[in-house]
């Protein structure tokens, strides 16, 4: 049996940043999902993951419009 860690949080974000996860994962991570907060604001615009660029202690992020935009985020990983 494959023991998963969810880990989650929402702050300000946006393009070209590094966002880090509230522990560090010890193993692998599986999956980021990003929701864009701005959606009420009719501001839309598609985020991201530079999986490359992501580790363990968090994810970079990457916005289509290169604005800043507030975000909540579901990472699973162990």
Do not use: C, H
Request: no cysteine; glycine share 12%.
């Amino acid at each position: 049996m494959l023991s998963v860690n969810r880990q989650w949080g929402s702050q300000q974000s946006g393009n070209n940043w590094q966002v880090y996860y509230p522990m560090v994962f010890n193993s692998a991570v599986y999956g980021v999902w990003i929701i864009d907060y701005a959606a009420k604001t009719n501001n839309l615009q598609y985020a991201g993951v530079g999986e490359s660029e992501s580790g363990l202690n968090g994810f970079k992020m990457y916005t289509s419009a290169s604005n800043n935009m507030g975000i909540a985020f579901l990472a699973i990983g162990r």
